[in-house]
Structure formats: structure tokens, C-alpha cells
């Protein structure tokens, strides 16, 4: 995170004065490292094919055992982002390119990997009139030519809730639409300083009314309330959502915001059955859940 800002910095340092210490990260935090044949393909394809992946930039956890399942959650319109969120370990600034050749590139990577349900998302692409929709609407496009057998689900940027860009992507609707809410209100100036809660919601709500099935994710130990977190997964059900992603937040490096609790798969547990009966169709909640974590199992529940 290259430029925090004046309220991420002192909503830190309020948390760092406060906060008791964590110590070590408990056993259902820990990971394998990744190694493996298919792990090792998976790396050298993305290398060749000049594509980002949302698994390393933002140092997830289950690249090992996603990779080694060939899944990957590719990450478009390139690795530089327009905004500063204080959790999201990809480079913030200003991009200078639009790879108009990524599309075929992402696809060509899909059909390698024979993958039943594809995954994508992007850096925020503020200084775009579309935000970069045209983009993911050509991935879904070329997709859907040349592997219609593939479902598509794309993760979004809100783009600045600008209902043309919205257009653009229906043009060629994903199977899945995603949008991640990533924490509850309160946080937003800190987590998401340029993002607006409500305007996350009417996204949601947007798609949902043109007949699309909608995801969103949160992370939570940021700071949260277990009171909060519910009101949240209420207003996303008012809203059309239909598959909930809950996992803990881990900060990537000393300078994003620090890790406020270790929430217990308890508490993850109970988020998943409150969630089932507010009228969710899947919740898919514990500690190691990312967005794309299992997402083609979701798909096929939904399907
Ligand atoms: S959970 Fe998603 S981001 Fe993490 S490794 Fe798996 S596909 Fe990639």
C-alpha cells in the first residue's frame, strides 16, 4: 500500500495503541507451503501467458492447494490499482496501459487448464471512462465462443457505481457476478476509503435485477463486530445476494492495517448457519475462505 491515507493512518495507530497482542497465528490459520507438479505448471503458464492472478498479488493463503486443483482466479486490466484499500496488498498508482490482447490470453489459459468454472477479476481502473468493463465483457464474450462449457463468474470493481459501465458488462453477462462488500460500514474510511457501502449494495442489487446470480465477500478480524457483521449479510440478502464468502483478514505487510482478532471457526460456523436461514443460497465461511475459494463448488449448488 504505497499512499495511506490520513484516516488509515490514524485509525492504525489507534488500533496499534489499543489493540492486546494476538500472539502466534492459531493451527486453523496455518497453511502448506506450495510445491507440486501442477502448482509448478500452473506458475509457469501464467508467466508465459504475461497474466496476473489475484492468488499471488494478494499472497492468499490456498495458493497451494488451489494451484494444485489447476484453479486460479485471474486478476485483469493489469497489477496496478487506482485505489488505496488498507487491507488489498496489490501496488497502488497509475496505470499507464490497456492490454486490448489479455482477453484472448485469459481464455487460451482457461481452455489449458480445462477449467469447468472460471474466475476473474481486476484492479480498480478509476482513470477509465468504463472503469475497464469493456474488458471483462471480452473475456466473458470470447469465453462463452470458446468454451461454452465453462461457467463464468466475474469478481468487479464497483465502478464507481456508474450504471453504463454496468451496461457494458451485460452485454455479455458472467454466470456469477461478484462484488465483494469486505467489511461492514463502520470500517469503510480505513478499508475502503474510496468505496461507498451503499453504492456496493445498489451494485448488487442492480445485477441482481437483470436475472443474474450475485456473490459478495467479507473479510472479518478488521475491526468488526459480530453484530455488525450480521446487519451486514441482512442488508446483502435485502439486496439480491445470493452466495456469501466469510474468511479472516491476515495483513499481507507491517504497513496495512494490522489483524484486529483471530475469529474462532465457531463464530465462522454460526455467521454460515445464520446466513442459510436469512435466506442465503451457499455461505461459505471459515478461516481460510477467499472470494474465489471453492467458487466452482458454489456454482455447481447454484446451478
Ligand atoms: S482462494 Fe482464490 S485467490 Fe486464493 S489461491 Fe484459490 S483461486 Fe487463488
Redesign the pocket.
Known amino acids: 500500500m504505497q499512499k495511506i491515507n490520513q484516516h488509515q493512518k490514524e485509525y492504525k495507530e489507534q488500533v496499534e495503541k489499543t489493540k492486546v497482542p494476538l500472539g502466534k497465528r492459531p493451527d486453523w490459520l496455518k497453511v502448506k507451503l506450495p510445491t507440486g507438479d501442477n502448482y509448478t505448471d500452473v506458475r509457469k503458464l501464467m508467466r508465459r501467458q504475461k497474466l496476473n ?3 499471488e498479488e ?1 499472497r ?4 497451494a ?3 494444485n486443483h489447476r ?3 485471474f486478476m485483469i486490466l493489469g497489477d496496478i490499482c487506482t485505489r488505496t484499500c488498507g487491507f488489498c496488498n496489490v501496488k497502488s498508482g497509475l496505470p499507464t496501459e490497456l492490454d486490448l490482447d489479455e482477453p484472448r490470453r485469459v481464455v487460451d489459459s482457461i481452455k489449458e487448464l480445462k477449467l469447468r468454472h472460471a ?1 476473474i477479476t481486476s484492479v480498480n481502473r478509476d482513470e477509465l471512462k468504463d472503469g475497464g468493463a469493456f474488458i471483462f465483457k471480452e473475456v466473458v464474450r470470447l469465453c462463452r465462443e470458446e468454451v461454452p462449457d465453462c461457467t463464468v463468474e466475474i469478481l468487479i470493481p464497483d465502478f464507481k457505481g456508474e450504471e453504463h459501465a454496468f451496461e457494458i458488462i451485460m452485454q455479455s453477462p458472467p454466470d456469477i457476478l461478484n462484488h465483494n462488500l469486505e467489511t461492514v460500514p463502520r470500517l469503510y474510511h480505513a478499508v475502503r476509503p474510496q468505496a461507498k457501502y451503499q453504492r456496493s449494495l445498489k451494485l448488487i442489487k442492480w445485477f441482481k435485477e437483470k436475472g443474474l446470480k450475485t456473490k459478495s465477500g467479507i473479510m472479518v478480524g478488521i475491526g468488526e463486530k459480530p453484530d455488525e457483521v450480521l446487519q451486514l449479510m441482512h442488508d446483502l440478502v435485502g439486496h439480491g445476494c445470493d452466495i456469501l464468502t466469510i474468511g479472516q483478514y491476515l495483513q499481507p505487510t507491517k504497513e496495512h492495517l494490522p489483524v484486529d482478532r483471530f475469529v474462532t471457526p465457531e463464530e465462522f460456523k454460526m455467521y454460515k448457519e445464520e446466513g442459510l436461514k436469512m435466506g442465503f443460497k451457499v455461505v461459505e465461511s471459515s478461516p ?8 466452482d463448488e458454489h456454482a455447481r449448488v447454484i446451478f
Open positions: 492472478t489475484v492468488c494478494a492468499c493463503p490456498n495458493i492447494e488451489c494451484w484453479t486460479a482466479t474466475v481460510l475462505v477467499r472470494s474465489s475459494y471453492h467458487a
